[in-house]
């Protein structure tokens, strides 16, 4: 049975660092395309990092880019997102994504709260 499973949320403040885990069971991330999306109350669910599954580039969210890391480790079958800097903006439900083309396969985790306070 195949399972995301997020890890890593909670209450911070801006300016401080959260290092979120998705562990994967039941498939391994090869040949899957692997990402973190978040919905923000009142929001619709955004992508904000993705590795690629063709050449392995990591692509970031504009509102992302420089404060956040995508990463997989492969040996332990889990994919991490750490953030840095955090803002009042960065409050969400993160989830976990894993997905392939042939066959098609889309999976995701139960998500996540990050919930950024002043």
């Known amino acids: 049975e195949v399972h995301l499973v997020e890890s890593g949320g909670g209450l911070v403040q801006t300016g401080d660092s959260l290092r979120l885990s998705c562990r994967a069971s039941?498939?391994?991330?090869?040949?899957?395309?692997t990402a973190w999306f978040r919905q923000a109350p009142g929001k619709e669910r955004e992508g904000v990092a993705c590795i690629s599954s063709s050449n392995g580039r990591t692509y970031y969210a504009d509102s992302v880019k420089g404060r956040f890391t995508i990463s997989e480790d492969n040996a332990e079958n889990t994919l991490y997102l750490q953030m840095n800097s955090l803002r009042l903006e960065d409050t969400a439900v993160y989830y976990c994504n894993a997905h392939r083309v042939l066959p098609p396969r889309d999976y995701w985790g139960q998500g996540t709260q990050v919930t950024v306070s002043s």
């Open positions: 039941g498939f391994t991330f090869d040949d899957y395309g």
